[in-house]
């Protein structure tokens, strides 16, 4: 396999202030939801991209002091040089592979709701914090002093930055999250001082600190600046002021890093966001400077990066999500290795990882996140215990990764599949309305099971228990799946609703059969609150029916604030017609009416519907399972029989490629089922200082308290002391 000469130019050397990169592969920083509680786990992860060979490497989002901080989102802490051990072990495993380290540094003011730190937040401009969870608590205007002391904090994380060994400094100011950004956008920055009105003032801290950069390092680090591209609103900071703002500063960071304005805009999801979706905001720019330009854009195929660079949009391509599918996207390019890219499927459970406080995982790379914890490679397997051989049941994405894994560690390994086609839920819910990236689950693991010489692919057959017990095989994985039920039960109905059988129920197997009522009046209850639910809406509105959507929830698909898609579903649907009845669960299903209550009240409305789609729960198809494990399968010579993915507990995509990913790691592993399966920290005690009784300031304490401790004369005068500074603050 050799590389297309077109893509020579990706790994060309390109310099970044004092600094050089050794390819174009960029990426940028990424939250992993394991930050500061898993930073072993974390900088493991990184280790692996620079394995993959990606010529810069960012950590996620690193708090600089506690008075801004945004629990309960887990990033890093640069708070004290405590903190720095932690970071220079991420470093260190950065540039393992002759990658640039990049440290992102943020202060989050308007952003930082300081539930941990209960300190008072500090913002260019006082006002409600502006976070997901509208967490009710204001902060406070900064004045000067305390822009002083900002200045002083961002001077001790460039310090500590420098100390922990990074290449690269990236300032925060992208994403409506980063206090840079709230100094630019007349949004957020309402200051009538120097450092508001004027474009040039609004700008005035930015210059100020990328000189305390180079002042505080001494120039030996690069200085890059991560900016929004866009941020919507009549007073946000729009992609035509950065551009005034950029012509302005054209040479002062050693790098412009540009992302569309929210979190939500730049990480859109494929349903919602082609790859390269940034292009329009960002090209041009590059003609405002003489500095080098990272964009992002769910970039996977080389030729879309080649055109990025060739027509002069970009001089790296960003990536977080393609990064975190395949940490080996550069080197597969280098090598011309085209068809073993695991191409990212724009699915935002990585996200979602952050979102939920959890650790994040990656539909595609069963192996994020893990490399430390239970010592997966996204690439390498361990090779094979003592036995041969194994058989997979189904062939979903649990079965096909389960194979995979299974056969990359050397097992004999059968798949049997029941229908034609390869894939499972996958293979149905690519066609559905905006997830067809989605097959790429399927693809990428046909396609690398196809070559092995180890592994036979039986479709269009459906086995039985005895066909299990019959084939010999060492070790038995059941990966049958679910089917969606038709009763209505999932979290508001535990037990089916009384449903009259004259009205025509559809569950989404039915309509990804291709079984949809056409040009009716449907009613969808979605009690599952992901994106089935929306999708199926658009596929009905698409063959002619009305739809009246009900949600016993106070918002449309409300799991998906996880995946950055609920605001955005929310408007398709309103958009496309779709009538929303929220906080409503149907009672009862008649003929021609659905009688449905108020989630609140009970208060009962009846809507009249020609049919019922239900989006609610799935039922494990596990009777194979149970019926393998009626019969003597040990006598048969199985030595483990297992049931796994959808058919032991239905989840999303990503739960099934991990479950098949877990069954084959645990091949010929003893477990000890009393301890965790994977690895963590615990968080160290403190050894000291040693709580030495403290001499009494003659002025502070509770008076009466202490007089109650005699350790004050009765009359001794008391007066209130100054309030303790939460931090030393810089000289005026
Ligand atoms: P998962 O998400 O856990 O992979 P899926 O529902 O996507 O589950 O896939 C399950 C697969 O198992 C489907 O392709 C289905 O056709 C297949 N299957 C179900 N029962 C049998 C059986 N008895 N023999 C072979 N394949 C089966
Ligand atoms: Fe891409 Fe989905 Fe993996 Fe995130 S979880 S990197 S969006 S495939």
Not at 162 to 179: K, N, P, R, T, V
Not at 200 to 208: A, D, G, L, Q, T
Not at 309 to 336: H, M, Q, T, V, W
Request: aromatic fraction near 6%.
């Amino acid at each position: 396999m050799t590389r297309d000469p077109r893509h020579d130019i990706l790994f060309t050397p390109l310099q970044i202030g004092p600094k050089t990169a050794k390819n174009r592969f960029y990426q940028v920083p990424h939250c992993n939801g394991g930050g500061y509680r898993d930073p072993s786990a974390v900088a493991e992860m990184r280790r692996t991209k620079a394995e993959g060979g990606w010529g810069v490497i960012f950590t996620e989002q690193t708090e600089i002091h506690p008075t801004s901080e945004i629990t309960p989102f887990i990033e890093q802490h640069l708070w004290e040089d405590k903190d720095i051990p932690a970071l220079a072990a991420m470093a260190d495993a950065m540039k393992s592979n002759g990658a640039l380290a990049g440290i992102q540094l943020a202060y989050s003011g308007i952003n930082g709701p300081n539930l941990y730190s209960r300190e008072v937040p500090l913002a260019v401009t006082g006002g409600p914090i502006l976070t997901f969870t509208s967490d009710p608590v204001q902060a406070r205007t900064m004045d000067k002093q305390d822009i002083r002391d900002l200045r002083h904090w961002f001077r001790a994380a460039f310090r500590r930055s420098q100390e922990a060994g990074f290449d690269l400094i990236c300032l925060y100011g992208a994403h409506g999250f980063g206090i840079l950004q709230h100094f630019l956008s007349r949004a957020t920055n309402h200051r009538t001082d120097e450092y508001g009105g004027s474009l040039k003032n609004r700008s005035r801290f930015i210059r100020e600190i990328i000189e305390d950069a180079r002042e505080t390092t001494k120039g030996e680090l690069a200085v890059t600046l991560r900016l929004s591209l866009h941020e919507a609103g009549t007073l946000g900071f729009s992609n035509a002021e950065l551009r005034d703002f950029i012509a302005m500063h054209a040479d002062l960071p050693d790098l412009w890093d540009l992302a569309h304005g929210t979190w939500e805009a730049c990480s859109g999801t494929s349903r919602f966001k082609p790859e390269g979706a940034q292009e329009d905001l960002v090209a041009g720019i590059k003609a405002l400077t003489s500095k080098p330009v990272v964009g992002v854009g769910r970039f996977t195929s080389a030729d879309a990066m080649v055109r990025q660079i060739r027509s002069g949009i970009l001089d790296f391509i960003g990536a977080a999500r393609p990064s975190i599918a395949d940490p080996f996207l550069p080197k597969k390019i280098e090598e011309g290795r085209y068809e073993d890219i695991r191409e990212c499927i724009g699915c935002n459970i990585c996200v979602s990882g952050d979102m939920t406080g959890a650790i994040s995982r990656c539909t595609q790379n069963t192996a994020f996140m893990e490399e430390w914890r239970k010592g997966w490679h996204p690439e390498r397997a361990r090779p094979k215990g003592a036995s041969e051989s194994v058989l997979i049941v189904g062939a979903g994405p649990t079965g096909l990764e389960a194979a995979l894994q299974a056969a990359k560690r050397g097992y004999k390994v059968t798949l049997a599949e029941a229908t034609t086609t390869l894939g499972g839920r996958v293979a149905r819910e690519r066609q559905l309305p905006g997830l067809s990236t989605w097959g790429r689950v399927a693809d990428y693991r046909t396609g690398q099971l196809a070559p092995l010489p180890n592994v036979d692919i039986y479709r269009d057959s459906r086995l039985t228990a005895d066909d299990l017990l019959a084939m010999g095989a060492d070790h038995v994985a059941i990966a049958t799946g679910a089917t969606w039920r038709r009763d209505a039960v999932a979290r508001v109905h535990l037990h089916p609703i009384p449903t009259d059988p004259a009205m025509p129920i559809y569950t989404p197997d039915d309509l990804m059969a291709g079984n949809a009522p056409e040009g009716r009046h449907v009613t969808l209850y979605d009690d599952d609150h992901f994106y089935m639910g929306s999708v199926l809406a658009e596929l009905l509105l698409a063959k002619g029916n009305s739809v009246d959507f009900i949600t016993p929830a106070v918002k449309v698909a409300e799991w998906t604030d996880n995946t950055l898609e609920q605001g955005v579903i929310m408007r398709r649907l309103l958009e496309l017609g779709v009538t929303v009845h929220l906080s409503k669960a149907p009672e009862v299903i008649g003929a021609h009416e659905i009688i449905l209550g108020c989630i609140w009240t009970g208060r009962q409305t009846s809507l009249a519907a020609d049919a019922v789609v239900l989006v609610t729960s799935r039922q494990p198809n596990d009777s194979l399972f149970h019926a393998t494990r009626a019969l003597d399968w040990a006598g048969a010579g199985i030595k483990t029989l297992q049931l796994i993915g959808d058919a032991a507990a239905p989840g999303p995509i990503a739960w099934a490629t991990y479950a098949g990913r877990n069954w084959a790691e645990g091949l010929d592993q003893q477990q000890d089922p009393d301890t965790p399966a994977f690895r963590r920290e615990i968080t160290a005690l403190d050894p000291g200082p040693t709580r030495l009784p403290q001499p009494l300031p003659q002025h502070v304490g509770n008076a009466q308290a202490l007089r109650k401790k005699a350790l004050l004369p009765p009359n001794a005068p008391i007066r209130q002391g100054p309030p303790q500074p939460i931090c030393r603050r810089t000289p005026q």
